[in-house]
T-cell receptor, first 110, second 117 residues
Framework: DAKTTQPNSMESNEEEPVHLPCNHSTISGTDYIHWYRQLPSQGPEYVIHGLTSNVNNRMASLAIAEDRKSSTLILHRATLRDAAVYYCILYTGANSKLTFGKGITLSVRP | EAGVTQFPSHSVIEKGQTVTLRCDPISGHDNLYWYRRVMGKEIKFLLHFVKESKQDESGMPNNRFLAERTGGTYSTLKVQPAELEDSGVYFC???????????????FGPGTRLLVL
């Protein structure tokens, strides 16, 4: 499975934007970039996904580099509820399983 | 719409005993997955059902683990006999399968926290 690299942790202030980076230099042409997050004591939760173009949804935005070797998840206004572990996952759908790495732990200061 | 539910939420058993975990996927979802996180490790895939058929069971750790999905609805994961290293959180997820690969979204349950003493 193609691998992703994320920083271990990041801190943010409430109501400020947060940019969570992810490197995936070995991404293949058919890999989609998916982001999930896991809030404390809950199961993982889908956030957003993209292939080549930047994507927006009600939760976040996903900015994908032109060469697709990196991407950034953007939370426009962090809230305390956004404190979670965020996982960047390359997903082909070929075998459908998700391969989780360590993720990045986001802390949000009030 | 009800989400993925798992039962029990917690289970504490002794080594050598049997435990059965249950997952009820979102209604209409053909895909059902089991994952687990053992202490200090990453979330790992266990297996994948499409309806009642096992599509991929490459992540099952050994033959003490048995997963079933009779009738293509709910699934059970039985651990028999349980060992200390089986302790962890077991997650179930479900999804619909779309025609275009790569855009499938998996919906996770809250997990079952298993502690083997």
């Amino acid at each position: 499975d193609a691998k992703t690299t994320q920083p271990n942790s990041m801190e943010s202030n409430e109501e400020e934007p947060v940019h969570l980076p992810c490197n995936h230099s070995t991404i293949s042409g058919t890999d989609y970039i998916h982001w999930y997050r896991q809030l404390p004591s809950q199961g993982p939760e889908y956030v957003i996904h993209g292939l080549t173009s930047n994507v927006n949804n009600r939760m976040a935005s996903l900015a994908i580099a032109e060469d697709r070797k990196s991407s950034t998840l953007i939370l426009h206004r962090a809230t305390l509820r956004d404190a979670a572990v965020y996982y960047c996952i390359l997903y082909t759908g070929a075998n459908s399983k998700l391969t989780f790495g360590k993720g990045i732990t986001l802390s949000v200061r009030p | 719409e009800a989400g993925v539910t798992q039962f029990p939420s917690h289970s504490v058993i002794e080594k050598g005993q049997t435990v059965t975990l249950r997952c009820d996927p979102i209604s209409g979802h053909d895909n059902l997955y089991w994952y687990r996180r053992v202490m200090g490790k990453e979330i790992k895939f266990l297996l994948h059902f499409v309806k009642e058929s096992k599509q991929d069971e490459s992540g099952m750790p050994n033959n003490r683990f048995l997963a079933e999905r009779t009738g293509g609805t709910y699934s059970t994961l039985k651990v028999q006999p349980a060992e200390l290293e089986d302790s962890g959180v077991y997650f179930c997820a479900s999804s619909q399968r779309f025609g275009l690969a790569g855009v499938e979204t998996q919906y996770f349950g809250p997990g079952t926290r298993l502690l083997v003493l």
